[in-house]
Protein backbone atom coordinates (compact mmCIF):
# COMPACT_ATOMS: atom_id res chain seq x y z
CA UNK A 1 0.00 0.00 0.00
CA UNK A 2 1.46 3.98 -0.99
CA UNK A 3 2.74 5.62 1.85
CA UNK A 4 0.83 8.74 1.97
CA UNK A 5 2.53 12.18 1.65
CA UNK A 6 2.12 15.35 2.23
CA UNK A 7 3.49 18.72 0.13
CA UNK A 8 4.20 21.75 1.78
CA UNK A 9 3.64 24.79 -1.08
CA UNK A 10 6.36 26.72 -0.87
CA UNK A 11 6.15 30.60 -2.37
CA UNK A 12 9.75 30.29 -4.19
CA UNK A 13 11.01 29.80 -7.46
CA UNK A 14 11.60 25.84 -7.24
CA UNK A 15 11.09 22.80 -9.74
CA UNK A 16 7.50 21.76 -8.68
CA UNK A 17 7.08 18.44 -9.34
CA UNK A 18 3.03 18.49 -10.26
CA UNK A 19 0.78 17.15 -13.36
CA UNK A 20 -0.64 20.25 -14.04
CA UNK A 21 0.44 24.30 -14.68
CA UNK A 22 0.14 26.02 -11.36
CA UNK A 23 -2.96 28.29 -10.36
CA UNK A 24 -1.65 31.91 -10.70
CA UNK A 25 -3.42 33.70 -7.71
CA UNK A 26 -1.60 36.99 -8.43
CA UNK A 27 -2.13 39.58 -11.27
CA UNK A 28 -1.45 38.69 -14.79
CA UNK A 29 1.94 39.18 -14.89
CA UNK A 30 2.52 40.23 -18.60
CA UNK A 31 0.69 42.85 -20.47
CA UNK A 32 0.24 43.01 -24.64
CA UNK A 33 1.34 46.38 -26.35
CA UNK A 34 0.81 47.38 -29.97
CA UNK A 35 3.82 49.61 -31.18
CA UNK A 36 2.71 49.29 -35.21
CA UNK A 37 0.71 46.69 -37.46
CA UNK A 38 3.73 44.48 -37.41
CA UNK A 39 5.86 45.15 -33.53
CA UNK A 40 3.88 44.36 -30.55
CA UNK A 41 5.61 44.82 -27.06
CA UNK A 42 4.93 42.31 -24.57
CA UNK A 43 6.28 43.20 -20.91
CA UNK A 44 7.30 40.42 -18.94
CA UNK A 45 7.05 41.50 -15.57
CA UNK A 46 6.74 38.77 -13.06
CA UNK A 47 7.28 35.33 -11.62
CA UNK A 48 6.96 32.52 -14.37
CA UNK A 49 4.05 30.08 -13.15
CA UNK A 50 2.97 32.05 -10.52
CA UNK A 51 2.36 36.26 -11.92
CA UNK A 52 2.77 34.51 -15.37
CA UNK A 53 1.12 31.08 -16.52
CA UNK A 54 2.44 29.55 -20.20
CA UNK A 55 -1.14 28.93 -21.41
CA UNK A 56 -2.13 32.67 -20.93
CA UNK A 57 1.12 34.11 -22.16
CA UNK A 58 0.54 31.99 -25.61
CA UNK A 59 -2.80 32.77 -26.09
CA UNK A 60 -2.67 36.10 -25.93
CA UNK A 61 0.54 35.92 -28.38
CA UNK A 62 -0.44 33.09 -30.56
CA UNK A 63 -2.24 36.04 -33.07
CA UNK A 64 1.03 37.51 -33.46
CA UNK A 65 3.22 34.49 -34.43
CA UNK A 66 3.48 34.43 -38.44
CA UNK A 67 6.47 35.64 -40.32
CA UNK A 68 6.67 39.60 -40.55
CA UNK A 69 5.41 40.13 -36.57
CA UNK A 70 8.28 41.20 -34.37
CA UNK A 71 7.44 40.34 -30.87
CA UNK A 72 9.51 42.54 -28.21
CA UNK A 73 9.54 41.05 -25.29
CA UNK A 74 10.78 43.60 -22.29
CA UNK A 75 12.01 41.35 -19.55
CA UNK A 76 11.90 41.85 -15.91
CA UNK A 77 11.89 38.83 -13.72
CA UNK A 78 13.26 36.57 -11.25
CA UNK A 79 12.81 33.31 -12.65
CA UNK A 80 10.19 30.88 -11.89
CA UNK A 81 8.74 27.29 -12.36
CA UNK A 82 10.61 25.64 -15.04
CA UNK A 83 8.26 23.25 -16.76
CA UNK A 84 6.28 26.74 -17.82
CA UNK A 85 9.65 28.40 -18.99
CA UNK A 86 10.14 25.53 -21.57
CA UNK A 87 6.52 25.91 -22.55
CA UNK A 88 7.07 29.61 -23.19
CA UNK A 89 10.30 28.86 -24.62
CA UNK A 90 9.57 26.21 -27.04
CA UNK A 91 6.36 28.32 -28.26
CA UNK A 92 9.16 31.28 -28.94
CA UNK A 93 11.37 28.46 -30.87
CA UNK A 94 8.82 27.68 -32.93
CA UNK A 95 7.06 30.36 -34.08
CA UNK A 96 7.97 32.26 -37.48
CA UNK A 97 8.06 36.04 -35.91
CA UNK A 98 10.94 37.59 -34.83
CA UNK A 99 10.96 37.41 -31.18
CA UNK A 100 13.26 40.25 -29.00
CA UNK A 101 13.97 40.24 -25.57
CA UNK A 102 15.09 43.89 -24.50
CA UNK A 103 16.21 43.19 -20.67
CA UNK A 104 14.93 46.04 -18.80
CA UNK A 105 16.69 45.43 -15.01
CA UNK A 106 17.23 41.15 -14.54
CA UNK A 107 15.98 38.00 -16.47
CA UNK A 108 16.98 35.54 -13.91
CA UNK A 109 16.85 31.17 -14.00
CA UNK A 110 13.89 30.73 -16.03
CA UNK A 111 13.73 34.42 -17.06
CA UNK A 112 17.73 33.84 -18.73
CA UNK A 113 16.08 30.57 -20.22
CA UNK A 114 13.22 32.31 -22.01
CA UNK A 115 15.55 35.15 -23.14
CA UNK A 116 18.32 32.27 -24.91
CA UNK A 117 14.85 31.25 -27.07
CA UNK A 118 14.70 34.84 -28.63
CA UNK A 119 16.09 35.28 -31.98
CA UNK A 120 18.10 38.39 -30.70
CA UNK A 121 18.57 39.86 -26.69
CA UNK A 122 19.46 43.31 -26.46
CA UNK A 123 21.08 44.17 -22.73
CA UNK A 124 21.59 48.05 -21.35
CA UNK A 125 24.84 48.23 -19.40
CA UNK A 126 23.24 47.90 -16.10
CA UNK A 127 20.94 45.05 -16.84
CA UNK A 128 21.60 41.51 -15.55
CA UNK A 129 20.91 38.12 -16.48
CA UNK A 130 21.23 35.25 -13.84
CA UNK A 131 22.19 31.24 -14.63
CA UNK A 132 21.83 28.55 -12.11
CA UNK A 133 21.02 25.08 -12.05
CA UNK A 134 16.75 24.56 -11.57
CA UNK A 135 16.61 23.18 -7.36
CA UNK A 136 13.40 21.94 -5.16
CA UNK A 137 12.85 20.66 -2.55
CA UNK A 138 11.43 16.63 -2.10
CA UNK A 139 10.56 14.77 1.48
CA UNK A 140 10.75 10.74 0.75
CA UNK A 141 13.36 8.38 1.25
CA UNK A 142 16.56 7.78 -0.22
CA UNK A 143 15.54 6.37 -3.78
CA UNK A 144 12.88 9.12 -4.13
CA UNK A 145 15.46 11.80 -3.84
CA UNK A 146 17.78 10.20 -6.33
CA UNK A 147 14.95 9.93 -8.51
CA UNK A 148 14.25 13.68 -8.09
CA UNK A 149 18.02 14.57 -8.25
CA UNK A 150 18.06 12.85 -11.21
CA UNK A 151 14.98 14.86 -12.68
CA UNK A 152 16.47 17.96 -11.93
CA UNK A 153 20.42 17.15 -13.41
CA UNK A 154 17.95 16.14 -16.60
CA UNK A 155 16.80 19.47 -16.38
CA UNK A 156 19.57 21.70 -16.25
CA UNK A 157 21.36 19.72 -18.87
CA UNK A 158 18.42 20.66 -21.20
CA UNK A 159 18.54 24.66 -20.25
CA UNK A 160 22.08 24.24 -20.84
CA UNK A 161 21.91 23.44 -24.21
CA UNK A 162 19.33 25.81 -25.04
CA UNK A 163 21.98 28.40 -23.68
CA UNK A 164 24.64 27.17 -25.79
CA UNK A 165 22.92 27.21 -28.50
CA UNK A 166 22.10 30.60 -27.96
CA UNK A 167 26.01 31.29 -27.95
CA UNK A 168 26.98 29.28 -31.04
CA UNK A 169 23.86 31.11 -33.29
CA UNK A 170 25.41 34.49 -31.70
CA UNK A 171 29.28 33.88 -31.70
CA UNK A 172 29.58 31.00 -34.61
CA UNK A 173 33.13 30.16 -33.05
CA UNK A 174 32.92 29.38 -29.45
CA UNK A 175 36.59 28.42 -29.06
CA UNK A 176 38.28 30.15 -26.27
CA UNK A 177 34.49 31.19 -25.16
CA UNK A 178 34.10 31.00 -21.28
CA UNK A 179 32.21 27.60 -20.68
CA UNK A 180 28.44 28.21 -19.80
CA UNK A 181 28.41 24.52 -18.40
CA UNK A 182 31.46 25.59 -15.77
CA UNK A 183 29.32 28.70 -14.74
CA UNK A 184 26.16 26.47 -14.37
CA UNK A 185 27.97 23.90 -12.46
CA UNK A 186 29.86 25.92 -9.99
CA UNK A 187 26.94 25.51 -7.41
CA UNK A 188 26.33 29.65 -7.44
CA UNK A 189 23.72 31.53 -9.15
CA UNK A 190 25.84 33.53 -11.63
CA UNK A 191 24.73 37.14 -11.98
CA UNK A 192 26.27 37.95 -15.31
CA UNK A 193 26.62 41.81 -16.49
CA UNK A 194 25.99 43.47 -19.79
CA UNK A 195 28.97 42.84 -21.02
CA UNK A 196 29.80 39.50 -19.37
CA UNK A 197 26.73 38.11 -21.63
CA UNK A 198 28.05 39.54 -24.62
CA UNK A 199 30.85 37.80 -24.22
CA UNK A 200 29.46 34.90 -23.43
CA UNK A 201 26.97 35.14 -26.69
CA UNK A 202 24.06 35.63 -24.40
CA UNK A 203 23.08 38.58 -25.49
CA UNK A 204 23.48 40.33 -28.84
CA UNK A 205 23.85 43.88 -28.28
CA UNK A 206 24.54 46.35 -24.89
CA UNK A 207 22.73 49.31 -25.56
CA UNK A 208 22.87 52.11 -22.90
CA UNK A 209 21.76 52.61 -19.52
CA UNK A 210 18.22 52.64 -18.76
CA UNK A 211 16.34 53.28 -15.32
CA UNK A 212 17.06 50.45 -13.35
CA UNK A 213 13.79 48.11 -13.15
CA UNK A 214 14.05 46.63 -9.82
CA UNK A 215 12.32 43.31 -10.13
CA UNK A 216 12.86 41.34 -6.72
CA UNK A 217 10.96 41.49 -3.43
CA UNK A 218 13.64 41.36 -0.84
CA UNK A 219 12.02 38.26 0.74
CA UNK A 220 12.82 36.16 -2.74
CA UNK A 221 15.78 37.68 -3.00
CA UNK A 222 16.43 35.98 0.46
CA UNK A 223 15.67 32.50 -1.07
CA UNK A 224 19.49 32.75 -3.79
CA UNK A 225 22.38 31.33 -2.88
CA UNK A 226 24.45 34.20 -4.01
CA UNK A 227 24.10 38.07 -3.42
CA UNK A 228 21.56 39.99 -5.92
CA UNK A 229 22.77 43.54 -6.49
CA UNK A 230 20.98 45.84 -4.52
CA UNK A 231 19.60 48.08 -7.12
CA UNK A 232 17.30 44.89 -8.59
CA UNK A 233 15.95 44.38 -4.99
CA UNK A 234 12.68 46.42 -4.54
CA UNK A 235 12.32 48.65 -1.50
CA UNK A 236 8.97 48.48 -0.99
CA UNK A 237 8.76 50.44 2.28
CA UNK A 238 10.54 53.46 -0.11
CA UNK A 239 7.89 52.80 -2.63
CA UNK A 240 4.91 53.13 -0.29
CA UNK A 241 6.80 55.92 1.18
CA UNK A 242 7.27 57.71 -1.90
CA UNK A 243 3.61 57.25 -3.46
CA UNK A 244 1.89 56.92 -0.12
CA UNK A 245 -0.26 59.87 -0.92
CA UNK A 246 -1.59 58.72 -3.82
CA UNK A 247 -4.85 57.48 -2.10
CA UNK A 248 -5.34 60.59 -0.53
CA UNK A 249 -4.83 62.34 -3.54
CA UNK A 250 -7.89 60.20 -5.23
CA UNK A 251 -10.11 61.17 -2.19
CA UNK A 252 -9.71 64.46 -2.59
CA UNK A 253 -9.70 65.04 -6.09
CA UNK A 254 -9.63 68.79 -5.95
CA UNK A 255 -6.07 68.95 -4.63
CA UNK A 256 -2.96 68.43 -7.03
CA UNK A 257 -0.03 66.40 -6.07
CA UNK A 258 1.90 69.74 -4.19
CA UNK A 259 -1.48 70.39 -1.87
CA UNK A 260 -2.56 73.20 -3.73
CA UNK A 261 -6.28 73.63 -3.81
CA UNK A 262 -7.35 73.60 -7.44
CA UNK A 263 -10.65 75.36 -7.14
CA UNK A 264 -9.00 78.64 -5.87
CA UNK A 265 -8.68 81.40 -8.04
CA UNK A 266 -5.55 82.66 -6.02
CA UNK A 267 -3.48 79.23 -6.61
CA UNK A 268 -4.74 78.33 -10.22
CA UNK A 269 -5.31 81.03 -12.41
CA UNK A 270 -7.25 78.95 -15.02
CA UNK A 271 -10.00 78.81 -12.50
CA UNK A 272 -12.82 81.14 -13.37
CA UNK A 273 -14.26 83.75 -10.39
CA UNK A 274 -17.91 82.83 -11.67
CA UNK A 275 -19.23 80.10 -13.40
CA UNK A 276 -20.50 80.88 -16.77
CA UNK A 277 -24.15 80.72 -17.47
CA UNK A 278 -24.40 78.56 -20.66
CA UNK A 279 -27.23 76.89 -20.82
CA UNK A 280 -25.88 74.23 -23.40
CA UNK A 281 -23.15 73.24 -21.59
CA UNK A 282 -22.62 69.82 -20.90
CA UNK A 283 -23.32 69.43 -16.68
CA UNK A 284 -20.91 67.27 -14.42
CA UNK A 285 -22.67 63.68 -13.43
CA UNK A 286 -23.55 64.08 -9.82
CA UNK A 287 -22.39 60.92 -9.66
CA UNK A 288 -20.48 58.00 -10.79
CA UNK A 289 -22.77 55.66 -13.07
CA UNK A 290 -24.22 52.44 -11.48
CA UNK A 291 -21.03 50.35 -13.91
CA UNK A 292 -18.33 51.94 -12.63
CA UNK A 293 -19.76 51.96 -9.01
CA UNK A 294 -20.02 48.30 -8.81
CA UNK A 295 -16.16 47.58 -10.57
CA UNK A 296 -14.86 49.88 -7.64
CA UNK A 297 -16.71 47.92 -5.20
CA UNK A 298 -15.68 44.55 -7.02
CA UNK A 299 -12.41 45.92 -7.24
CA UNK A 300 -12.14 46.55 -3.23
CA UNK A 301 -13.68 43.29 -2.43
CA UNK A 302 -11.25 41.73 -4.47
CA UNK A 303 -8.36 43.78 -2.32
CA UNK A 304 -10.33 42.86 0.42
CA UNK A 305 -10.83 46.44 1.44
CA UNK A 306 -14.63 46.90 1.23
CA UNK A 307 -14.54 49.71 3.05
CA UNK A 308 -13.05 51.86 0.75
CA UNK A 309 -15.32 51.44 -1.95
CA UNK A 310 -17.64 54.57 -1.18
CA UNK A 311 -14.77 57.24 -0.37
CA UNK A 312 -13.50 56.03 -4.06
CA UNK A 313 -17.54 56.58 -5.01
CA UNK A 314 -17.91 59.87 -3.68
CA UNK A 315 -14.45 61.34 -4.91
CA UNK A 316 -15.67 60.05 -8.34
CA UNK A 317 -12.28 58.15 -8.78
CA UNK A 318 -11.06 56.93 -12.29
CA UNK A 319 -11.05 52.77 -12.04
CA UNK A 320 -7.38 53.45 -12.69
CA UNK A 321 -6.67 55.13 -9.77
CA UNK A 322 -8.76 52.97 -7.55
CA UNK A 323 -6.79 49.92 -8.60
CA UNK A 324 -3.48 52.03 -8.33
CA UNK A 325 -4.49 53.30 -4.83
CA UNK A 326 -5.35 49.65 -3.79
CA UNK A 327 -1.96 48.18 -4.97
CA UNK A 328 -0.02 50.61 -2.88
CA UNK A 329 -2.35 49.84 0.06
CA UNK A 330 -1.93 46.22 -0.47
CA UNK A 331 1.97 46.90 -0.58
CA UNK A 332 1.99 49.27 2.48
CA UNK A 333 0.20 46.24 4.14
CA UNK A 334 2.95 43.36 3.12
CA UNK A 335 5.37 45.83 4.08
CA UNK A 336 4.28 45.23 7.87
CA UNK A 337 4.42 41.82 8.14
CA UNK A 338 7.11 39.61 9.52
CA UNK A 339 8.16 36.11 8.06
CA UNK A 340 10.22 33.98 9.83
CA UNK A 341 11.81 31.34 6.73
CA UNK A 342 12.62 29.05 9.01
CA UNK A 343 9.59 26.37 9.24
CA UNK A 344 8.47 24.76 12.99
CA UNK A 345 10.39 22.16 14.18
CA UNK A 346 9.42 18.99 16.64
CA UNK A 347 10.69 16.03 17.19
CA UNK A 348 9.74 12.43 16.51
CA UNK A 349 9.87 9.87 18.82
CA UNK A 350 13.26 9.00 17.91
CA UNK A 351 14.59 12.37 18.93
CA UNK A 352 15.50 13.54 15.44
CA UNK A 353 14.18 16.77 14.59
CA UNK A 354 12.11 17.76 11.50
CA UNK A 355 10.23 20.44 9.55
CA UNK A 356 6.25 20.11 11.46
CA UNK A 357 5.37 18.54 8.17
CA UNK A 358 8.05 15.72 7.78
CA UNK A 359 7.39 15.06 11.38
CA UNK A 360 3.72 14.24 11.42
CA UNK A 361 4.48 11.95 8.59
CA UNK A 362 7.07 9.99 10.73
CA UNK A 363 4.76 10.13 13.81
CA UNK A 364 2.18 8.92 11.82
CA UNK A 365 4.01 5.89 10.14
CA UNK A 366 5.79 4.86 14.12
CA UNK A 367 2.13 5.23 15.41
CA UNK A 368 1.14 2.64 13.08
CA UNK A 369 4.03 0.41 13.57
CA UNK A 370 2.69 -0.16 17.00
CA UNK A 371 -0.77 -0.98 16.06
Known amino acids: MPKDKKTVDLETN ?3 FRTEAPKSKLAQGFEVKALADDVHEVFLYGEIGWDISAKEFIEALQPLKGAGNTIRIRGNTPGGDVTEGYAIGNWIKEVDATVEMHVDGMVASMGSYIAA ?31 RAEVLTRMAEMMLETYEAKQARTLGETDGVESIRDIMWSNDDSYLTADE ?28 SAAIPDELILDEDAQVEEEGDDAAAIEDPTTDPEGDDQTDPETNPEVETEPKDDPDAEQEPEELPA ?28 FADVKKALWKAKAAADAEIETDPTP ?28
Not at 300 to 313: K, L, T
Request: aromatic letters at 6%.
Open 117 to 147: CCDTVVMPKNSFQMIHRPWGFVAGNAEEMVA
Open 344 to 371: PVRETPHGDAYPDQRADQLNNQYAASLR
Open 14 to 16: VVR
Open 197 to 224: CLALGLADEVVDEIAMAACIRKDIADRF
Open 291 to 318: EDQDKIRAACEAFDMPDRAEDFIVAKAS
